[in-house]
């Protein structure tokens, strides 16, 4: 089952450092860069572009990655 997150929802996910927090961009349906990752999303596939709480920093991550806080 695939999540439907929208720009706006409130996420968490695991990082080296731990968990941390952010908000959801927008999804990306196409290659795209963040934070010196190139993401290679597809309509089919699609992954998200989220900004840290702590850092204000974007970075892109696949929806299973993801979790709704």
């Known amino acids: 089952m695939t999540k439907t997150l929208k720009?706006?929802?409130h996420v968490k996910w695991d990082t080296p450092q731990g968990e941390t927090s952010g908000t959801v961009?927008?999804?990306e349906t196409s290659t795209t860069k963040a934070g010196?990752?190139?993401a290679k999303?597809?309509?089919d596939d699609p992954q998200y572009r989220v900004?840290?709480?702590?850092s204000g920093k974007e970075a892109i991550h696949k929806?299973?990655?993801l979790k709704k806080a």
Request: proline share 5%; no cysteine; hydrophobic share 20%.
């Open 51 to 54: 900004k840290s709480d702590k």
């Open 41 to 43: 999303a597809t309509k």
């Open 63 to 65: 929806p299973d990655a």
């Open 7 to 9: 720009a706006g929802d």
């Open 25 to 27: 961009v927008r999804k």
């Open 36 to 38: 010196g990752h190139t």
